[in-house]
């Protein structure tokens, strides 16, 4: 199995070395030629408007688009908003999930925190909380179609959700030493 990372702005190292940690071979992907062969694909916290004007300017939107019809995709906080099919405001977005977000719904950096949640889905989640990392933080608004909500704060607001092989999380699971949900998408990619 190989990973892919999208290298193209944010903290992509962080997944990268998570990976690494885990035995599983990863490459970042910069390019449409650097998808092939690859299993699944984490799109990395960052600025979301950053990495679509990127993806659009390095041709990477419709093989983009192709690698999420087929394989496992994961956004975490800004990636979550780029593979999202409505944030709100003109940007380059994937629409791949059927999500909507909100970003910066936290508000500034200085008001970034972190909360453990359950997350029975998870390995040891029923025992073990995971402990999320917001930073400058989306949330997800509104979830329809196929997608499902996976996690969501105690006031009810979604942080994480599914469709089929496809992955959104509001926060940062690369800035932890829990590499549970690495380990999840890892099965989804399988």
């Not at 193209?8 to 190292?13: M, N, Y």
């Not at 909500?149 to 009810?156: A, C, K, N, R, S």
Request: charged residues 25%; contains cysteine.
């Amino acid at each position: 199995m190989e990973i892919g990372i999208l290298a193209l702005q944010g903290d992509f190292i962080e997944h990268f070395k998570v990976l690494q940690e885990l035995g599983v071979a990863a490459r970042l992907v910069k390019l449409p030629a650097h998808l092939d062969g690859l299993n699944g694909l984490i799109i990395p916290g960052g600025e979301s408007t950053t990495i679509g004007k990127l993806a659009v300017a390095y041709d990477l939107m419709e093989p983009l688009r192709e690698f999420g019809r087929e394989k496992a995709i994961w956004g975490t906080c800004a990636g979550a908003i780029f593979l999202s099919k409505d944030a709100k405001r003109d940007q380059p977005l994937l629409n791949l999930m059927d999500i909507e977000v909100e970003r910066n719904a936290f508000g500034r950096q200085v008001d970034s925190f972190e909360v453990d949640l359950p997350a029975p889905f998870l390995k040891e989640g029923e025992e073990v909380p995971y402990h999320a990392v917001f930073i400058r933080a989306p949330i997800i608004s509104k979830v329809f179609g196929r997608a499902k909500v996976l996690l969501d704060l105690p006031d009810g607001r979604i942080v994480a959700a599914q469709q089929g092989t496809l992955l959104a999380t509001s926060f940062h699971p690369e800035l932890t030493p829990d590499t549970r949900f690495h380990q999840y998408f890892l099965e989804l990619a399988a």
